[in-house]
């Protein structure tokens, strides 16, 4: 569950009509692009099910980051900094569409969007199994899903989900519970065992 | 709320996963764990589904994702002049929201806006005559003086400039409660008003009858205080009425939540005491209801909030002075998402100030147990529980100073309504300039008001005045005045402000009724009123009629219609699809 364990880390190329001379700057952001381009595009897929929302919040979450790297600090901030930016652009977004708790069948999200991708069987399988969690995840409410995804995808303390979320220690541990036991109910729903 | 022993250890089980307990925690979780197996299979639950989550797969970001950013920050850096138009979704919503805000300054620039303190006409026919005039703006103050003088026993003539509804008005209400049967085997129903069709029948509902209720500006909740039984407490309670609507055809829907029709949700259990603990305040888009809980356990009043689309509750409020004022919606600058819905909420203590504060944080999360002061995004002093009519120029606040009366608070020190307008200031807060007292021809001393019930029409012009608890002496020379047991009914376009022959026609009601509710109908001219009959005794069910009062002006009396009787009936409640637009 690292960060950099993911597939398909992106470079950050030399801009090609860069306004900024700040080369420490320029890269910054690069090393900040290349090891969190990857994690945050998957937890945002995570918290809105559909690749093309995810990828645009991706884009806004790293270019609002580009404008503001200034302001950090501290470099072991940067991460709780980043998910938090890229959250609140999620939250901003599934806002906007007022799609806050469900999403319709009819729309292309993540669980019922083609993969084209060829691949064996036994990725048709894991599809499949995604799929169910993924469905499960959709149902529980924004900031339990949040909560769960920090935690269990992201691996993150209480601490620095409560930096993420703008909660005390102890409301995170109180809401991860209570996600935890909706996420019970709605795998269960799904077909898992216990 | 309690917990039973088993979810005490879920937390620490939660907690375990990641190495979040204490060496304390441990151990007693440990030593839990060893003798139940309960727990033990919830941890095994929980193990289990952090393995799935942490297993999903993972996807690679499209691959020209890095090219997208760079662009959008290069647009960034241009100057706006040389950005190509609407290159990204949400630069283009920016520019479309841009657009829309300079068309509108435009219009209103453009448009012709009533001068403060203008005179107002004074129509002589009693029927509200559609004016579209969304900018109300209050007549000239006429204190100290008393009111233009009708002698003794006569109204005065009809001075309303009524604002207009879009939508032809109905006297009716859209719905009102209903609540039948023995005491011991009640019944309650939200009965349609037009037709007296059940819209719904609660399965589980409260120990005593409706005493307050507002419905959703969205018309899928509606919101009620009820009496616990003969507890001396009160519950506050929402039911799901109906699939919610957007305002136009092509308007978004509001937020469904996954409460289904007909269900009520238990929000909150308050020591009843003054219409100041019954305000129930929806936000205009229909998200969130503001309440007001009195503690019985001695904490004091505070401010909560319910939000359908999610299920939560939350108490906004810590401090042990606050009450839920209403909402404003507040604007935004270009490059942030959007407005967003902020609440009045107002602190009695000392001297009584309202707070604007938002009930959520950045990250969208509920702002829990809060002071309203040190969150605030404007504030308002000497301004207490600020009731902003529905079409958002003007405001019903009181101003007094205020003191802790058992669980509640109330005032005991020149307390009494004001009405004034309620607009924007230059410094980005909002100014309540162009006061005045409600009441024109009562003198507010040591010894005035220390509470009332107060409801603006739709029309947010008119509005209707009961429950006056008036410690002061009497203001009229031929008894009792303010009155407790009179309905006031007044209009903010009105100079005279709100006076004694003000007061609905002294038959209108039972003489042995007391007033629980009004509503001002959006015609203007219609109040809807919850008539409550004492009971004779311990084991009787309560009664009350829901009746319509057509008031009339001069010479001629009003029209009274009892709308339903039998068993308990109302509180009534009106959607807010006859309101005007704000500015």
Redesign the interface.
């Known amino acids: 569950m690292q960060s950099m364990a993911v597939p398909g880390s992106l470079a950050w190329g030399a801009p090609a009509m860069s306004r900024r001379t700040d080369d420490a700057h320029e890269r910054a952001f690069a090393l900040l692009f290349e090891e969190f381009s990857a994690p945050i595009y998957n937890y945002v897929l995570r918290m809105v099910a559909d690749p093309d929302r995810a990828a645009d919040i991706t884009q806004d979450t790293f270019i609002k980051a580009y404008k503001k790297l200034d302001t950090v600090t501290e470099a072991t901030s940067t991460r709780s900094w980043l998910y938090r930016i890229a959250t609140n652009t999620a939250i901003d977004d599934m806002r906007r569409r007022r799609n806050v708790t469900t999403m319709s069948d009819d729309q292309p999200t993540f669980a019922n969007r083609p993969d084209h991708r060829p691949g064996p069987e036994a990725q048709v399988m894991a599809a499949t199994l995604d799929e169910r969690v993924q469905r499960a995840l959709l149902s529980l409410r924004p900031n339990h899903r949040q909560c769960l995804l920090l935690s269990d995808l992201e691996d993150m303390s209480a601490q620095q989900i409560g930096e993420i979320m703008g909660l005390s220690y102890g409301a995170v541990r109180t809401l991860l519970c209570r996600a935890r036991g909706e996420m019970r109910r709605a795998l269960s729903n799904e077909g898992f065992a216990r | 709320m309690t917990m039973n022993r088993h979810e005490a250890y879920?937390?620490l089980?939660?907690?375990s996963?990641?190495?979040?307990l204490s060496p304390d925690e441990r151990r007693r979780l440990d030593a839990h764990l060893d003798g139940c197996d309960r727990c033990r299979?919830t941890l095994?639950?929980?193990a289990?589904?952090?393995r799935?989550?942490?297993g999903?797969?993972?996807?690679?970001?499209?691959?020209d994702?890095?090219?997208?950013?760079?662009a959008?920050?290069?647009y960034?850096?241009l100057p706006w002049y040389r950005r190509p138009i609407a290159i990204?979704?949400?630069v283009g919503?920016g520019l479309a929201v841009v657009a829309g805000a300079l068309l509108a300054l435009v219009l209103v620039n453009g448009a012709e806006e009533p001068e403060v303190g203008r005179d107002v006409p004074t129509p002589s026919a009693t029927e509200a005559q559609p004016t579209p005039t969304p900018f109300a703006t209050l007549p000239p103050p006429t204190l100290p003086g008393p009111p233009a003088t009708p002698a003794p026993g006569e109204t005065p003539a009809p001075i309303a400039t009524p604002m207009g509804t879009p939508i032809p008005a109905s006297p009716e209400p859209d719905v009102y409660m209903a609540m039948s049967g023995t005491f011991d085997d009640q019944s309650l129903a939200v009965v349609e008003g037009s037709t007296d069709d059940v819209v719904t029948e609660p399965e589980d509902i409260p120990l005593g009858p409706p005493i307050a209720a507002e419905m959703s500006s969205d018309g899928q909740w509606l919101a009620f205080v009820s009496e616990d039984g003969l507890s001396g407490m009160n519950e506050v309670r929402a039911t799901r009425v109906a699939q919610g609507r957007a305002d136009d055809p092509d308007g978004?829907?509001?937020?469904?939540?996954?409460i289904a029709i007909g269900e009520s949700v238990v929000l909150g259990r308050t020591v009843a005491g003054s219409p100041f603990l019954e305000r129930l305040a929806w936000s205009r888009d229909g998200r969130y209801l503001a309440f007001t809980i009195a503690d019985p356990d001695g904490g004091g009043t505070d401010a909560w909030i319910f939000e359908p689309?999610?299920?939560?509750v939350w108490q906004l409020t810590d401090v042990g002075d606050a009450y839920a004022g209403t909402w404003v919606t507040v604007g935004a600058e270009d490059d942030e998402?959007?407005s967003f819905e902020a609440l009045w909420v107002s602190r009695a203590d000392g001297n009584v100030t309202s707070y604007l504060v938002s009930v959520r944080?950045?990250?969208?999360?509920p702002l829990e147990g809060v002071d309203p002061a040190t969150n605030s995004l404007a504030t308002a002093e000497g301004v207490f529980q600020p009731l902003i009519s529905p079409n958002g120029a003007l405001a019903i606040y009181w101003n007094g100073r205020m003191t802790r009366s058992g669980d509640e608070w109330l005032f005991v020190e020149g307390g009494a309504p004001w009405l004034a307008e309620h607009r924007p200031d230059d410094a980005g807060g909002y100014a309540f300039g162009n006061d005045r007292q409600l009441f024109s021809d009562v003198t507010v001393d040591r010894d005035a008001f220390t509470a009332a019930a107060i409801a603006w029409g739709p029309d947010g012009d008119s509005y209707a005045v009961w429950d006056t608890a008036w410690t002061g002496v009497p203001q009229a020379p031929e008894g009792d005045y303010p009155d407790r047991s009179r309905v006031y009914f007044g209009r903010a376009s009105d100079p005279r402000g709100l006076t004694r022959f003000h007061a609905l026609d002294a038959g209108d009601l039972p003489a042995d009724g007391i007033v629980v509710d009004v509503k001002v109908s959006p015609t203007s001219v219609h109040l809807v009123i919850t008539v409550r009959y004492p009971t004779g005794g311990i084991g009787e069910a309560p009664r009350a009629d829901l009746i319509l009062v057509r008031r009339h002006t001069g010479n001629v009396a009003d029209e009274v219609e009892t709308l339903r009787s039998g068993g308990w009936n109302g509180p009534a409640a009106f959607d807010a699809h006859h309101e005007i637009e704000a500015p």
């Open positions: 879920e937390e089980i939660s907690a996963l990641h190495g979040d299979a095994a639950s929980f289990d589904q952090r799935i989550v942490a999903l797969r993972h996807l690679a970001p499209p691959r994702l890095g090219a997208r950013v760079r959008g920050v290069e960034d850096a990204f979704t949400g919503g978004t829907p509001p937020p469904d939540s996954p689309a999610t299920e939560e998402p959007g944080d950045e990250g969208d999360q």
